[in-house]
C-alpha cells in the first residue's frame, strides 16, 4: 500500500508539473469572463448560471488533463539499445534481440495497421503526428513498434535555418512531443527529419544544404537524449552519398543512427558504407521500386514504370542481397516504402496497395520473406505491356483517334479468372519534388473498340484522344480476393 500510495504522489507531482501553466491559464480566463459579466451583464440570475457552466468545463477540462497525464506517467516505457558484438550492430528491445520487419505506413484506418501483422511485420515508421494517437493505440494492440516521425523544417520547402526564432519554436515543439509519447511502450525510435539534405538549384540539380540544417538537428538529439534515454534518435537522409554522410557526422555527430533512403541505388549502399568508415550503425528508412528518377524515360521526359511483378521482384532481390544478407555487419533494420497508396508521378508507383485497397504483388513478396511463404492467394502477375508491340522505352507516338492495341502479359497465380480494368489519364501537370504532395490527374473518356482475354495476356483496341498531348493508359487486373496486378505505359498523340 505504501509504494502505492507513493507511486500516485509521484504521478499525481509529475501531472502537476507538466499542467501546471496550462492550469494557471485557465484560471485566468475564467477570472476573465467573470469581470466580462460583471461590468457588461445586467441579469444576475445569468451571472450566476454562466460562472456556475464555465467554472465546471473550465475545470473539467483541467482535471481531464491532469488525469491523462498520470496515465500517460505510468506507462512503461520501450527501453531501445543498440549494441555491438563481433564487429556486428543490433538492436535489443526490452532485453530482447529484435529484427525489424518495417515499412513505412501512411496511417488510412486500423485495417491497414492490421495487414501488416497479417503479412508478418512488426514495426512501421510515420512522418508526421497528425494521427500518432490512433497509430500507437493499434501498434500496443498489435504489438508492433513504431519508428515515429516528427516533421521539422526543410530548405526544399523553404525553412530558413538562419531564422533563430523559428528554429528555437522547431526545437520547442520537437522536445514537446518527445515530452508527450516518451513513455509509451511501443516506441522504437525517433525520426526527427526526413530527407532534409533534399535541395535542388535552379537547374534542378542537387546543391548542398545550409550546415545549419544538421546543427540544429544535433541540438535537437542532444536534449532528446537528456530528457529520453530510451530511445535513440536519428533523422533520414535522401540516398547514401558519403558526402551527406560526413556533413551529418561533422555537424551532428550524436546521432545514434545514419538513416538512408535508397531505392534502385540501394545496390550501392554496402560500397558507400565501406568509403564512410564510421563505426555508426545504419538503417535504410525508406526502399521499394527503382525510383522514377531512376529509370528511363520517353522522349519528352515522362517517366516510365515498372509492372506491378517486375517492381516486386526488383525490390524483394534487393532487400535479400543488400539489407538480409548485409556482409557490412552495420545495417540494423529496414522499412519498405510505401505500405499505403500515394501519388507520385503515377497512383501505383509507390504505393503496394491500390486506391480502392486491393494489395500487390509487393506485400506478397514482403510475405515471404518475412513469414517463409507466400500467402495462399497472391496477386495477379502483370509483366509487361506495349501498344501495337512498342515498349514505353522506345517512344510511343499515336494519331489522333487511329486505332491502336494495347497488350499487357498478366495471369494468375491460382488460376483466378481476372477482371480487367482500363483508365486513360492525362500526365501529371506539376510534377512534386520529394516525395511531397502532388496532384492526380483526372481520367478521360476511353472508348474501347475491342478486347481480347487470354490465361497469359489481355488485348484491348481502342481509340487515342483527338487532342495532341501526353497520355498515360492504365490497366488493373483483379481477382476478385482483393489482389491486383498493375501495369501503365505513357503515349504521346500528334498529327
Not at 457588461?40 to 482535471?63: D, E, K, P
Not at 499515336?398 to 488460376?415: C, F, M, Y
Request: hydrophobic share 40%; charged share 20%; with cysteine.
Amino acid at each position: 500500500m505504501t509504494r502505492l500510495a507513493d507511486l500516485r504522489f509521484v504521478c499525481l507531482r509529475n501531472a502537476l508539473d507538466v499542467e501546471y501553466n496550462l492550469f494557471i491559464k485557465k484560471i485566468y480566463l475564467i477570472i476573465f469572463f467573470i469581470n466580462l459579466l460583471a461590468i457588461y451583464g445586467h441579469n444576475m440570475q445569468l451571472h450566476v448560471v454562466m460562472i456556475s457552466r464555465l467554472l465546471s468545463s473550465m475545470l473539467f477540462l483541467a482535471l481531464s488533463s491532469l488525469l491523462l497525464s498520470c496515465t500517460n506517467a505510468t506507462k512503461t516505457p520501450s527501453v531501445v539499445k543498440i549494441v555491438k558484438h563481433n564487429n556486428q550492430y543490433s538492436l535489443i528491445v526490452n532485453g530482447q534481440p529484435y529484427d525489424v520487419k518495417g515499412v513505412g505506413l501512411g496511417y488510412k484506418d486500423d485495417e491497414t495497421v492490421i495487414a501488416l501483422k497479417d503479412a508478418g511485420g512488426n514495426s512501421f515508421r510515420t512522418w508526421e503526428l497528425t494521427h500518432i494517437e490512433q497509430e500507437l493505440a493499434i501498434a500496443e494492440k498489435l504489438g508492433l513498434m513504431v519508428a515515429v516521425g516528427i516533421p521539422t523544417g526543410k530548405e526544399l520547402l523553404g525553412f530558413d535555418y538562419n531564422d533563430k526564432e523559428a528554429v528555437e519554436k522547431q526545437f520547442r515543439r520537437v522536445i514537446a512531443a518527445i515530452e508527450k509519447h516518451k513513455n509509451h511502450p511501443n516506441i522504437l525510435l525517433w525520426v526527427i527529419n526526413n530527407e532534409p539534405n533534399l535541395l535542388y538549384d535552379e537547374q534542378g540539380q542537387l546543391k548542398n544544404v545550409n550546415p545549419k540544417v544538421y546543427t540544429a538537428m544535433g541540438d535537437i538529439i542532444d536534449h532528446i537524449h537528456k530528457i529520453d534515454p530510451n530511445h535513440p534518435v536519428t533523422f533520414s537522409l535522401a540516398g547514401n552519398n558519403p558526402k551527406d554522410i560526413a556533413q551529418v557526422l561533422k555537424h551532428a555527430p550524436n546521432i545514434d543512427i545514419l538513416s538512408v533512403q535508397s531505392y534502385g541505388s540501394l545496390v550501392t549502399l554496402p560500397d558507400s558504407i565501406v568509403q564512410s568508415n564510421v563505426d555508426k550503425p545504419y538503417m535504410v528508412t525508406e526502399f521499394g521500386p527503382v525510383g522514377h528518377w531512376e529509370l528511363p524515360s520517353t522522349q519528352w521526359g515522362r517517366e516510365i514504370e515498372e509492372p506491378s511483378a517486375v517492381k516486386a521482384a526488383g525490390m524483394a532481390k534487393r532487400m535479400q542481397d543488400v539489407i538480409l544478407d548485409d556482409k557490412t555487419g552495420k545495417i540494423i533494420g529496414s522499412f519498405v516504402f510505401f505500405w499505403g497508396q500515394k501519388q507520385e508521378r503515377t497512383p501505383t508507383w509507390y504505393g503496394m496497395f491500390n486506391e480502392t485497397g486491393e494489395q500487390t504483388a509487393s506485400i506478397d513478396e514482403l510475405t515471404r520473406i518475412w513469414t517463409g511463404q507466400y500467402p495462399a492467394n497472391r496477386a495477379p502477375q502483370s509483366k509487361s505491356i506495349t501498344i501495337n508491340n512498342i515498349q514505353a522505352v522506345d517512344s510511343i507516338k499515336l494519331k489522333p483517334e487511329q486505332p491502336a492495341t494495347v497488350k499487357v502479359q498478366v495471369s494468375d497465380t491460382q488460376g483466378d479468372l481476372l477482371t480487367h480494368q482500363w483508365v486513360l489519364m492525362n500526365e501529371v501537370e506539376i510534377r512534386s519534388q520529394g516525395g511531397h504532395f502532388e496532384a492526380k490527374p483526372a481520367a478521360l473518356s476511353l472508348q474501347i473498340l475491342a478486347s481480347d482475354v487470354q490465361p497469359d495476356h489481355v488485348e484491348m483496341t481502342f481509340n487515342p484522344p483527338s487532342e495532341n498531348g501526353e497520355y498515360r493508359l492504365f490497366h488493373y487486373a483483379y481477382d476478385g480476393k482483393n489482389k491486383v496486378g498493375n501495369a501503365n505505359i505513357p503515349f504521346m498523340v500528334e498529327n
